[in-house]
T-cell receptor
Framework: AQSVTQLGSHVSVSEGALVLLRCNYS??????LFWYVQYPNQGLQLLLK??????LVKGINGFEAEFKKSETSFHLTKPSAHMSDAAEYFC???????????FGTGTKLQVIP | DADVTQTPRNRITKTGKRIMLECSQT?????MYWYRQDPGLGLRLIYY???????NKGEISDGYSVSRQAQAKFSLSLESAIPNQTALYFC??????????????FGPGTRLTVL
């Protein structure tokens, strides 16, 4: 079975500051890892994903995440926060194949002007 | 046009009523899912279907049932709605083929209130 832990249900950053959203996972097999973003009153959309290969993954809107197997982490970062980044972010893990995805409980990002 | 659509977008109902939420997709995906979202709990899987003849319970299936009428349609029913089923419900799809395995595409959600 797999699981996801997102540290911090709410994170506040100043506009222009570094964004760091933390995600740790557990999986009995090499995982596929995802970050999704949910803007107010919308469904989730994929920010980025790690399947195989390069451990530093770049996504949309300037976000990136690094898969660290030794730390079982997949933290999401963005060098400079923008007001439009205010949203809820979900980390998710899947063992791949015919297995379902497990989502974390989400982190709401507030960007302060 | 949206690839994954959900109807209705908002619904208010009373305890004991039967409710059906519908999901349609034009992505040609074989897998479909129903989730509910509650504040602080993230997304929890209710049911999922990996093809038309395959229906599986998720982690919180009690009080819900589903029907996969076609590859493109997956409906969720609450046979007798209760207030703690008040939540935001999402339908999602994914493709079992190569390339984007397990990436899910979400509908806009249905906000259900049970009084």
């Amino acid at each position: 079975a797999q699981s996801v832990t997102q540290l911090g249900s709410h994170v506040s950053v100043s506009e222009g500051a570094l964004v760091l959203l933390r995600c740790n996972y557990s999986s009995s097999v090499p995982p596929y890892l995802f970050w999704y973003v949910q803007y107010p009153n919308q469904g989730l959309q994929l920010l980025l994903k790690y399947t195989t290969g390069a451990t530093l993954v770049k996504g949309i809107n300037g976000f990136e995440a690094e898969f660290k197997k030794s730390e079982t982490s997949f933290h999401l970062t963005k060098p400079s926060a923008h007001m439009s980044d205010a949203a809820e972010y979900f980390c998710a893990v899947s063992p791949g194949g015919y297995q379902k995805v497990t989502f974390g409980t989400g982190t709401k990002l507030q960007v302060i002007p | 046009d949206a690839d994954v659509t959900q109807t209705p977008r908002n619904r208010i109902t009373k305890t004991g009523k039967r409710i059906m939420l519908e999901c349609s997709q034009t992505k040609g995906h074989d897998r479909m899912y129903w989730y509910r979202q509650d504040p602080g709990l993230g997304l929890r899987l209710i049911y999922y279907s990996f093809d038309v003849k395959d229906i599986n319970k998720g982690e919180i299936s009690d009080g819900y049932s589903v029907s996969r009428q076609a590859q493109a349609k997956f409906s969720l029913s609450l046979e007798s709605a209760i207030p703690n089923q008040t939540a935001l419900y999402f339908c999602a799809t994914s493709d079992s083929g190569q390339g984007d395995r397990d990436e899910q595409f979400f509908g806009p959600g249905t906000r259900l209130t049970v009084l």
